[in-house]
């Protein structure tokens, strides 16, 4: 079974929607929690770090389920610069991350 | 600014080469990371050390080594390239803040390896 598991999509949705992406991790011990999102042949860059009691960054939120093991990203109002890969990042007692392999965006016109 | 650096944006190589990919960072962070990334199968991780001299594998080390031997370069070596190693290889490092803390991951531009 993946560390990591997201729904790859792609997820095309119009300008000012909103759109929620899940992943799932196995590791019940993890401990720390990211978004990280990659633009077409470019780096991963942190989007942000997914808190116990949830966070909010300007459109965007996170949320933590530890019972159920699920990780969300939701973003509001979306723009036309959202379109890229988000990653699903999970790291446990060790010093490894495990990713998702990343669910695609791609918001229209 | 945290800043990752790769030596090479693209790299062309013959199958058997040995080939040596570099990566520094300017934030003396203690953890490094190698990672190759394929489509539909995402980052996954070569090699990861926490200290200088210090490596552990990860979970595809099999072709490849490292070595560290200064706090800010983390080298990644294949001894042998072969065509299944073409990929896209990503550096990153993160420090270590203590238990309970977040620590992000910041990565490289990338490597782009074709072996032919």
Redesign the interface.
């Known amino acids: 079974r993946k560390e990591v598991e997201q729904d790859?999509g792609p997820f095309n949705v119009p300008e000012g929607a909103t759109v929620a992406f899940n992943c799932t991790y196995s590791n019940s011990a993890s401990?720390?929690f990211?978004w990280y999102r990659q633009d077409c042949r470019?780096?991963?860059?942190?989007l942000m770090?997914v808190?116990s009691s949830g966070n909010e960054d300007g459109r965007f939120t996170a949320q933590l389920n530890r019972a159920s093991q699920y990780i969300s990203l939701l973003i509001r109002d979306s723009k036309l610069s959202d379109s890229a890969t988000y990653?699903c990042?999970v790291k446990s007692t060790g010093?490894?991350?495990y990713?998702?392999?990343?669910t695609s965006l791609t918001v229209i016109p | 600014d945290v800043k990752v650096t790769q030596s090479s944006r693209y790299l062309v190589k013959r199958t058997g080469e040995k080939v040596f990919l570099e990566c520094v960072q300017d934030m003396d962070h203690e953890n490094m990371f190698w990672y190759r990334q394929d489509p539909g199968l995402g980052l996954r991780l070569i090699y990861f050390s926490y200290d200088v001299k210090m490596k552990e594998k990860g979970d595809i080390p099999e072709g490849y080594s490292v070595s560290r031997e200064k706090k800010e370069r983390f080298s990644l070596i294949l001894e042998s390239a072969s065509t299944n190693q073409t990929s896209m290889y990503l550096c990153a490092s993160s420090p270590t803040l203590g238990r309970g803390v977040h620590y992000e991951q910041y990565f490289g531009p990338g490597t782009r390896l074709t072996v032919t």
Not at chain 1, 42 to 46: M, R, S, W
């Open positions: 790859p401990q720390s990211f470019k780096e991963p860059k942190l770090s808190y990653l990042v010093n490894q991350f990713f998702g392999t990343g």
